[in-house]
């Protein structure tokens, strides 16, 4: 059963046995389509579900039932303790209705429905002719090997011995969680082979040419439902981006136009949608074509995995013979994502700039990505204020290894002149004995009637100012953000955001603008922390619909600070920074109330958050740096605490006082600022 | 070559029972091969791409081979979606092939979008010895449902190209099955192109 597990084998042995539908029998080919096809199914469920007006967070279920018992013949016998609390669910029922029938939210259910099945259909044809593909070679295969072509030899006994034990040891808790396995009776073969299935099937979906957020899920599915943990999928994903990318370095882009010049084909090929990748695959797989570098170098590193050089080939397709396409996938050769992109948007920006967390730091923009820190996906972390310029990128420290790390540098003075003011506010007296006061209120009580301490809103006009002037900012970086993804500034790859503060409201932003431009499949999972945005279920479910993998709304209700900021907006629908999302299926609600002190820790507990919330790639050793650092900050800001409770002074005082603080930071980052700017006017003229 | 891309693009999915000779009818057509000794049944479904002229006008073919066995039901609903015909294949020599066909034509009429040409084929026509559905019940079973009828058989080739050259053509008569896929087309495109146009310029 095992002889493809051999390293030795794998690439040169017999170049026309390993294939897909000769390294599985039939059996297996048929469990693995029909895996697939139940585990989309369940994929596209979820995006239906998001638009349900029946699905609410809470006690409904009971509420539910209740509801269904006494349609028939409503009022009259049900006991009436319940009926205020019913009459209530159905009016929640019939708002959420009404939210869900308004044209925009069908309009939007239809279409991310409409991009999923395209899909969906892309990937079912696209395993089918993988699957299928004796019919196609049969007569080359025949003379070859007309006996051990047969795909039934396998014998069975193998696999039921293995069954037992493997399996569950094998199982991650927390992929298991999140997505859950459908069964399949494939989970029962040897550890090596389904770690060749799940290989095969990243090989597969990248050969459509793109790395969609869907597919990204897709394989996550496949991953739990073969009992296999996440890092053999993370691994295989690193190790394929190295390959390609490095298979790809040997093509000469020369040649390549010339071949595809013969071919007719010229780079129109990956430009026309569905059609396009079919025809394409059709190609990758039957024609094999000029057996490229890329086929044989990924044949070397999938071969210990059971996988040799033509079936790799084969299963990626068109991305095995081509550098372009490879390019593509990756954001254009790796230039984009620092350079051009940054200069197209300058107008209108100010300050946007994605910053590269690995490689060699001081890395100037524009330059190419060396090979070994590229991965097949993006991360992207926002920060949403500053006391410090490292900020941008300190909190993202914590992101492990398996994604690409950027952080977005946007708008870096008006962050830092908010920076300075928060800091200042909340050492503050006025903050300190306003916080008792907002506590025996209770933070929303507060809110909604607008009851703040006087000696609190006397300091207010330090934080107002930068506070909407950031927010504006952040607005339009959001829109932005959008941009730089619907352009493909990562290439064809699945981006996950995670952004705390202003910056939540940057991704915010970006997601709302998404999903108006049906821009779906773009972004894999979102990771909002303390969010100054609406709560509002229409905003959620909206954002929900451009999000492939998780929505995760970070919140505390012990932000007081993000509750005062936050006053002067549309506080009617909500705060999500605050308080839950309710009623949208697929978001999912971290409270970190007890880690959460107030709106300026999320800074350092960005590492702790994303640990508590399950996230699949962080680096352990960074977090707890930053709890380390958290600590220390604490123990020092006790201290100040301490001073300032005897030195009682009069708001007004200290406002001014505060203001001219601050005044004098903002003009100390400005100038560090524009020396850099000359410094860096003065290097390019020295080249 | 060059204007391939540009061509409309047909959606042709072909269904029917498990053994009906599908399969066996498509690679006959595009490839021109038939194999005596070899069934192996479809998994999921499997597609060819194939250029055909029908009145001197190109269109370039998208066949889809679906696979008859139940158990494939469930993938049923992704592939017919932009279907412009279906044809359905039944196997002359199978009364039981033959009796499914209402049904089939049932699943083809509740999925496919409104107006998508039908198309019934009679498969194995030169197992005319073992003849179990007679000519006269598959042409009034396409009467029934408002389609065209034909018999093939892919061992002898005997009317193979029949049935594809029909329905592209009874597609064609249509401008608005052609119009209503094509919308469907542009949103395809939109969705995936603006990707390509920005990578077009960065290269």
Redesign the interface.
């Known amino acids: 059963m095992t002889p493809w597990s051999g390293k030795g084998e794998s690439a040169h042995a017999h170049e026309h046995e390993q294939d897909l539908s000769t390294l599985l029998t039939?059996d297996e080919?048929?469990d693995l389509?029909?895996l697939i096809?139940?585990i989309?199914?369940v994929m596209q469920k979820q995006i239906s579900d998001t638009f349900d007006a029946s699905i609410t967070t809470g006690k409904v279920p009971s509420q539910a039932l209740n509801i269904t018992d006494k349609n028939p013949n409503v009022k009259d016998e049900k006991p009436h303790e319940e009926t205020e609390d019913e009459a209530n669910t159905r009016k929640m029922r019939e708002k959420r209705e009404k939210e869900l029938s308004a044209p925009s939210m069908l309009d939007l259910k239809k279409?991310a429905l409409?991009?999923f099945?395209?899909w969906?259909?892309s990937v079912?044809?696209r395993?089918?002719?993988v699957?299928?593909k004796?019919?196609e070679v049969?007569?080359e295969q025949k003379e070859k090997a007309s006996d051990n072509n047969s795909p039934d030899i396998a014998p069975p006994p193998d696999k039921k011995v293995i069954q037992s034990n493997t399996n569950t040891e094998n199982a991650d808790a927390a992929l298991i969680d999140l997505y859950p396995p459908t069964s399949t009776s494939l989970c029962n073969l040897p550890r090596e082979k389904r770690e060749m299935l799940l290989n095969a099937m990243l090989l597969l979906v990248l050969g459509l040419e793109?790395y969609i957020a869907h597919s990204r899920i897709l394989l996550l599915h496949i991953a739990s439902s073969l009992h296999l943990p996440l890092h053999i999928l993370t691994e295989n994903e690193v190790k394929v981006a190295q390959t390609l990318l490095e298979a790809a370095k040997h093509m000469s882009g020369d040649e390549e136009t010339k071949k595809r010049g013969e071919e007719?084909?010229t780079?129109?090929?990956?430009?026309?949608?569905?059609?396009?990748?079919?025809?394409a695959a059709?190609i990758g797989v039957t024609g094999g074509l000029a057996a490229p570098l890329v086929a044989g170098a990924i044949g070397t590193v999938m071969g210990g995995l059971g996988l040799g050089a033509t079936a790799a080939a084969g299963l990626l397709g068109t991305l095995a013979e081509s550098g372009?396409i490879v390019?593509?996938l990756f954001g254009?050769?790796g230039?984009?994502m620092t350079g051009?992109m940054v200069d197209a948007y300058a107008k209108e920006v100010a300050d946007f700039s994605f910053l590269p967390l690995r490689g060699s730091s001081n890395r100037i923009h524009g330059k190419k990505a060396p090979a070994e820190d590229r991965r097949l996906r993006v991360t992207i972390g926002i920060s949403g204020w500053l006391t410090q310029r490292e900020d941008i990128i300190t909190p993202w420290r914590v992101l492990g290894h398996q994604s690409e790390v950027f952080a977005l540098r946007w708008e870096l003075e008006a962050l830092m002149k908010l920076g300075s003011s928060l800091e200042a506010v909340v050492k503050s007296a006025a903050w300190s004995v306003a916080k008792k006061e907002i506590i025996a209120r209770t933070i929303f009580a507060s809110l909604l009637d607008a009851l703040w301490p006087i000696a609190l809103l006397k300091v207010s006009k330090v934080v107002d100012n930068p506070f909407s002037v950031a927010k504006s900012r952040a607005d339009k970086a959001g829109l932005v953000l959008a941009d730089a993804l619907?352009?493909?500034?990562q290439?064809?790859r699945p981006v996950t955001l995670i952004a705390y503060s202003l910056g939540a409201r940057v991704v915010y932003q970006c997601l709302m603008s998404l999903a108006e431009r049906?821009?779906?499949?773009l972004v894999e999972s979102v990771v909002l922390i303390g969010t100054p945005a609406p709560s509002d279920s229409t905003v959620w479910r909206a954002m929900r619909s451009v999000v492939s993998g998780r929505l995760i709304n970070v919140y505390s209700e012990n932000d007081y600070i993000l509750a005062f900021l936050y006053r002067t907006s549309s506080i009617q629908y909500g705060v999500a920074g605050i308080q839950e999302i309710q009623d949208v299926k697929g978001v999912e609600n971290v409270d970190v109330s007890e880690m959460v002190s107030g709106h300026l820790r999320y800074q350092y507990l960005v590492g702790s958050i994303l640990e508590k919330i399950g996230f699949e790639d962080i680096d352990v050793e960074e977090v707890s740096k930053e709890e380390e650092t958290l600590a220390l900050l604490e123990e020092q800001e006790e201290k100040e605490q301490e001073k300032k409770v005897h030195e009682e002074t009069d708001p007004d005082k200290e406002a001014a006082k505060m203001q001219k603080d601050v005044q004098h930071k903002t003009d100390a980052t400005f100038l560090e600022r524009a020396t850099e700017k000359m410094q860096i006017g003065k290097k390019t003229v020295n080249v | 070559m060059a204007s391939d891309e540009s061509l409309p693009m047909l959606k042709i999915l072909m269904i029917g029972p498990s053994g009906a000779g599908k399969s066996a009818l498509l690679i006959r057509y595009c490839d021109d091969q038939f194999d005596t000794e070899s069934s192996t049944a479809t998994i999921g479904v499997d597609f060819k791409l194939k250029k055909l002229s029908v009145h001197g006008k190109a269109y370039r073919l998208n066949l889809l081979d679906t696979a008859g066995q139940e158990r494939f039901r469930t993938l049923s609903n992704s592939y017919y979606r932009g279907a412009h015909g279906v044809i359905l294949v039944y196997d002359i020599s199978s009364r039981d092939s033959f009796n499914a066909m209402e049904r089939w034509f049932e699943e083809a009429e509740s999925n496919a979008m409104p107006g998508a040409v039908m198309y019934l084929v009679g498969s194995k026509m030169d197992r005319a010895t073992n003849r179990k559905v007679k000519y006269e019940e598959g042409e009034a079973l396409a009467r029934n449902h408002g389609s065209r009828f034909c018999e093939v058989s892919s061992k002898t080739k005997e009317n193979v190209r029949k049935p594809f050259i029909e329905i592209v053509d009874l597609i064609s008569q249509n401008p608005e099955l052609l119009a209503a896929s094509n919308k469907r087309a542009g949103t395809v495109t939109v969705g995936e192109s603006e990707g390509s146009f920005g990578s077009g310029c960065a290269c």
Request: aromatic share 6%; charged share 25%.
């Open positions: 039939s080919r048929v389509t029909l096809a139940a989309t199914e279409d409409e991009f099945q395209i969906q259909e079912v044809s395993v089918g002719t699957v299928n004796p019919k049969i007569e793109h007719n084909q780079a129109r090929r990956w430009k026309v949608g569905l059609a396009g990748v079919a025809g059709l372009v390019g593509s254009a050769y230039g984009r051009k619907i352009n493909k500034a290439g064809e049906r821009a779906f499949g």
